[in-house]
């Protein structure tokens, strides 16, 4: 299996699953290198981790953990010692004490950015013009739609609830700046990662570089290991 002998682990964010990451599994496939993607509940921040975790159980170290968006929250509560970097692609990145939502509303959001509210049952969902609006507006209207339509809501518990100590603070990171990043503005990024210590690399790519420009994704991801 893969998995058995991946050093990458993709982590999804919101409104997304593992298939986000296919060119990128398959560009580093290309240079030798296994990866499998995490699958994240998105119910609570607490069940994302164990997913996180159990995924971790059943690849070899040393690994290097990529996450995407809210992802950045979950791969920084791992207590796993295969961890060592980790990958920030346009990932959100609360310290200690913070909520998801603390860094996700600290500026004022792009104009484009989609208004956010939870359903009856708490869940949020991304309205579907806001595939091509924000969350990946470099992308092929076919893949903006084939988004919208794998799309997996966010429950409010992963994104109100404080972070423990982040794995960053104890491992090296890397940070893929969006500069076109429509749903976590650059001025966010750039003020996590300069707080991580990170290595950043800015490239003017979207919120969803692993659809749209999956190179670069693969390129951060390459230098970590």
């Known amino acids: 299996m ?4 991946a050093n990458v682990v993709l982590v999804h964010g919101a409104w997304a699953d593992g298939s986000c990451w296919n ?31 159990r995924t971790l159980e059943r690849v070899n170290a040393p690994v290097v953990l ?3 968006a809210y992802a950045g929250a979950v791969i920084a509560e ?3 010692e295969k961890v060592k970097s980790l990958v920030y692609v346009t990932a959100l990145a609360p310290d200690q004490g913070e909520k998801v939502t603390d860094v996700f509303y600290r500026t004022a959001p792009h104009p484009k950015a989609p208004k956010l509210s939870p359903d009856s049952h708490g869940l949020i969902y991304l309205p579907n ?3 091509a609006a924000a969350f990946a507006q470099n992308a092929t ?24 100590r982040p794995l960053w603070k104890d491992r090296p990171s890397h940070f893929l700046l969006a500069e076109q990043d429509r749903m976590i503005v650059k001025e966010t990024q750039f003020f996590m ?8 690399r800015t490239h003017p790519v979207d919120h969803t570089p692993s659809v749209t420009a ?12």
């Open 193 to 200: 990662a300069k707080r991580m210590k990170a290595k950043v």
């Open 141 to 164: 209207t076919e893949e903006q739609e084939q988004l919208a339509a794998v799309q997996r809501p966010i429950a409010l518990p992963c994104i109100t609830v404080p972070v423990g």
């Open 66 to 68: 990529v996450g995407h």
């Open 78 to 80: 791992t207590k796993s």
């Open 23 to 53: 060119r990128v599994i398959t560009g580093l496939r290309t240079r030798g290198i296994a990866s499998v993607a995490a699958p994240l509940p998105l119910t609570t921040l607490a069940d994302d981790v164990a997913a996180l975790d």
């Open 2 to 5: 893969v998995s058995d002998i």
């Open 129 to 131: 013009d806001a595939f």
């Open 214 to 225: 999956p190179s670069v994704v693969v390129d951060i991801i390459f230098e970590a290991l």
